[in-house]
């Protein structure tokens, strides 16, 4: 579905991303993990136009997106719910996901996603008046992952969704991940320093180091690799 090939990004003279291959297919769940610095987020920001390659080519779907804008990229379907999950804390909950919506045209579709985030997420139905900002952070992170619902996307990216909260809601937010992907059949780029928990839901895994892919492969066989097992899985 997105075919990233020998991708080359630079901040100024420093490159970011030293000619990366992804791959990411129909239907599944990919994950792209590192450590902190490795370009992880450089790699959403690029597929979602905010920043712009020097060389290489992404293609949706065929077709070459990496000179689009970022509202167009938006609008093929690419929505990337972003790091530090980047609400609006003093608006409600209920301003936040319609700001998400922006992009759609029709009314009722709009309507039909807020439903449909409501029906994922019943503690932000309860809470849509209040402010985003009086949320846990666990509520926090699903607002983030329902305002990206509500730009109906077709391949929707995770920069570190796990990041400062506390296991069991990451298990919470990642089972709801997997729930997205097999009942809605959305197509996933998860990006994440939580190797343990990405392996486990995704199929297909990317490691970045310092703006190279060092291993990839089956999610499965990187979490028994040893290399993975002693660096990133801390066993
Ligand atoms: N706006 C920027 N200007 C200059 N350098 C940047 C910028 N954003 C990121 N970098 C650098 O690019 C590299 C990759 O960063 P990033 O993609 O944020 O990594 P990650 O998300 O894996 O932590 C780092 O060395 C970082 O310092
Ligand atoms: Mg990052």
Avoid: W
Avoid at 64 to 78: A, K, P, T
Avoid at 83 to 108: C, I
Avoid at 112 to 132: C, D, G, H
Avoid at 141 to 165: K, N, T, V
């Amino acid at each position: 579905m997105l075919s990233i090939k020998n991708l080359e990004v630079y901040y100024g003279y420093v490159c970011a991303l030293k000619g990366i291959s992804v791959e990411v297919e129909e239907g599944k769940i990919t994950c792209l993990l590192g450590s902190n610095g490795a370009g992880k987020s450089t790699t959403l920001q690029t597929i979602s136009g905010l920043v712009k390659s020097r060389s290489g080519s992404i293609k949706f779907r065929e077709k070459e997106i990496s000179r689009e804008d970022s509202s167009r990229i938006v609008s093929l379907g690419i929505v990337q719910c972003p790091e530090g999950r980047q609400l609006f804390p003093a608006m409600s909950v209920q301003e936040n996901l319609m700001a998400g919506a922006y992009k759609v045209r029709s009314k009722s579709e709009t309507l039909e996603n807020r439903s449909m985030v409501y029906q994922l997420f019943p503690i932000l139905a309860e809470r849509r008046r209040q402010a985003a900002g009086t949320l846990s952070g666990g509520e926090q992170q699903m607002l983030a992952i329902g305002r990206a619902l509500m730009a109906s996307p077709l391949l929707l990216m995770l920069d570190e969704p796990s990041l400062g909260l506390a296991p069991k809601i990451v298990e919470q937010i990642f089972d709801l991940l997997v729930r997205l992907n097999s009942e809605k059949n959305l197509t996933i780029l998860l990006v994440e320093q939580n190797a343990n928990a990405a392996l486990k839901i995704s199929s297909t895994a990317y490691i970045l180091e310092t703006g190279s892919i060092g291993l990839q492969g089956p999610s499965a066989e990187l979490a028994s690799n040893d290399l993975v097992r002693a660096k990133y899985l801390g066993a």
